[in-house]
């Protein structure tokens, strides 16, 4: 059933893939009348900025919960911060960059490793300023960056590689930043590898348990009364309107939750995640049919997931397939053998994208970029193809205006180590991520406000601002199969 509804909205899909919002959509043609009269006192427009985007739409989310929303998030979200030295617990550095580490030590493998790491470029307080509510903050227990493994430990962010910074340092932005935007509401995952349930010495490999304790100590600390605390009952069974009359803005999942918090009622446990992976990156084909897939049935999964009290999290992160890092690898430490072993070749093919044969994305950013050069179809879709959206999304290359870039240009932000990405036009082409949600969740919350018989003048106000600044940021597609950008495929 869901197989065949899908496809039908494929094959619409795909023929009308490069319309901005069509015409006949109902929600374009409610607006239209409403635009034309709110010119006299368009405060709620007026009032609309992604850093403050919940607040916009209070009037009709306050009486939803949390995990009736749709928030917009990053993937691996502090690695904009990235130094150069492998962290604590990065016992599972896939084969190729163990290789690295163990062959090349003598060339500095840092700015390497750095290269397959990055996915962000955005601080902490831009990504908040940006309208990111959904935080990927993966952490560990470790020594100081450029310090030999037995100097004193602090709890540092990580992927693969440490931050330059304390992981408090970051959460002390949070804090801020939730200071100034008293409306506004923040999730954030504590976990080392993005496992949501793994306990112990699986969760945090050799941390002893007070020192899990001592660090969530201090994540009380500084939050708060600010913390959303289940004493006063379940996430899926509080309104956003009683949250804001706690001043209860941040909700934090803490993956190893019993040992991590001693069962703090101030944090949720991560297992409640349902954290669903994309494809296993070997095909941006078969990603893409996924997660069409998955958010055509996004309504059912969160319906289930909120009797459970599960927030539906779905990755829509670039994974670099092991061929990639293998070759990477090869063409930059042994170009010979690299060139001898067709190792451009063999890395493209990975990607399964027709005309991609010449080209290993050198970075896991260039890859990020490719991936969501696909991803922003499948978002637009939601708006023009009423597909639904999951609790939260985790993504790569957020980019300023609240959009994902699609070009190939990587993020400026502390540039790679020699890294611009590839170049040529449409290098820094981006699509309006953040404005397609939050749309999208004054869509649903407007629709279930009048099916309650009441209006609020957002529902006429927004929309139009939404639309138009997603119309500066549209789908765009363009036709550059060396670096996998393809029109109407798949
Ligand atoms: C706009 O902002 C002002 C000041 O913050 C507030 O009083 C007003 O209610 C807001 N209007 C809407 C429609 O959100
Ligand atoms: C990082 O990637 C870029 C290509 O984008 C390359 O020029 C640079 O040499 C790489 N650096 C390392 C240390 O791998
Ligand atoms: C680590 O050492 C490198 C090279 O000396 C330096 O550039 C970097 O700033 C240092 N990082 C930190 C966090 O001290
Ligand atoms: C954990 O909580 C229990 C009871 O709430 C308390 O007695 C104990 O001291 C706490 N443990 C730590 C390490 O804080
Ligand atoms: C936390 O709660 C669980 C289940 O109620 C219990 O088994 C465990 O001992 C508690 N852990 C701590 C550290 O209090
Ligand atoms: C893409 O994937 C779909 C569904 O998984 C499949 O039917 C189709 O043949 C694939 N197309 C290409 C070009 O690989
Ligand atoms: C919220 O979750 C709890 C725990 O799973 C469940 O018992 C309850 O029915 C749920 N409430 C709603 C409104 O779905
Ligand atoms: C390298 O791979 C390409 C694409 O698969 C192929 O056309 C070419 O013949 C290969 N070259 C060698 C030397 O194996
Ligand atoms: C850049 O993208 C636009 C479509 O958005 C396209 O018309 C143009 O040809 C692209 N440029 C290149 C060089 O691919």
């Known amino acids: 059933m869901i197989v065949v509804s899908v496809l039908l909205l494929c094959v619409g899909w795909v023929a009308g893939s490069h319309a901005t919002a069509g015409a006949t959509d109902a929600f374009t043609g409610a607006t239209a009348g409403a635009t034309a009269g709110a010119t006299a006192g368009a405060t709620a427009a007026s009032n609309y900025s992604l850093d403050s985007w919940m607040t ?8 939803m919960s949390l995990l009736d929303l749709s928030l917009p998030g990053t993937h ?5 911060d990235l130094s150069t030295t492998v962290s604590d617990g990065s016992n599972d550095l896939p084969p190729p960059i163990a290789w690295v580490l163990h062959e090349f030590h003598d060339f500095a493998p840092g700015h390497f490793i750095k290269n397959q790491s990055r996915t962000q470029g955005l601080s902490m307080t831009q990504q908040l300023d940006n309208g990111i509510r959904f935080i990927d903050f993966r952490i560990m227990y470790t020594s100081g960056p450029n310090n030999t493994a037995s100097a004193t430990h602090d709890w540092y962010c990580l992927h ?17 930043w939730l200071d100034a935007h008293p409306g506004e509401m923040l999730v954030l995952w504590l976990s080392r590898h993005g496992n949501t349930c793994a306990k112990g010495n699986d969760q945090y490999p050799n941390v002893p348990d007070p020192i899990k304790v001592a660090f969530w ?38 993956s190893d939750y019993a040992r991590f918090t001693n069962n703090s009622t101030r944090a949720i446990d991560a297992c409640l995640i349902d954290n669903q992976l994309g ?59 690299a060139h001898r072993d067709n190792a451009t070749a063999k890395c493209a093919a990975v990607f399964a994208i027709p005309g991609l044969t010449a080209w290993c994305p050198p970075t896991l950013m260039d890859i990020s970029l490719l991936t969501n050069y696909y991803n922003q179809r499948i978002l637009d879709a939601v708006i023009t193809h009423n597909l639904a959206l999951p609790n939260a999304i985790y993504i790569d290359a957020v980019d300023t205006d609240g959009t994902i870039r699609t070009g190939t240009t990587l993020l400026d932000r502390a540039p790679l180590h020699g890294a611009n990405g590839v170049s040529g036009a449409n290098g820094t082409t981006a699509f309006a991520y953040v404005d397609t949600m939050v749309l999208y969740n004054l869509k649903r919350a407007c629709a279930a406000a ?41």
């Not at 916009?56 to 009486?63: E, H, Q």
């Open 279 to 337: 494809d296993s990156v070997q095909s941006e084909n078969a990603t893409f049919h996924t997660l069409m897939a998955r958010f055509a049935d996004a309504d059912n999964i969160k319906r289930n997931d909120k009797q459970q009290n599960r927030l539906y999290l779905q990755s829509m992160a670039a994974g670099a397939p092991l061929q990639q890092l293998e070759m990477a690898a090869l063409l930059h430490f042994l170009p010979k053998i």
């Open 450 to 490: 009048q099916s309650r018989s009441s209006t609020s003048e957002v529902c006429h106000e927004l929309p139009p601002v939404l639309e138009a600044r997603r119309k500066s940021h549209p789908l765009q597609t363009w036709n550059d199969p060396t670096h996998g950008r393809l029109l109407g495929w798949p």
């Open 56 to 63: 916009a739409l209070m009037p009709v989310i306050g009486t």
């Open 76 to 80: 691996d979200s502090m690695t904009w």
């Open 217 to 254: 100590s201090q994540v009380e600390a500084l939050f708060g009364d600010l913390l959303f605390d289940e004493a006063h009952g379940l996430l899926n069974e509080t309104t956003i309107n009683d949250m804001r009359a706690r001043h209860q803005r941040v909700v934090v999942y803490a």
């Open 160 to 176: 693969m590689l440490e931050t330059n910074n304390k992981a408090m340092t970051y959460l002390r932005e949070a804090k801020t």
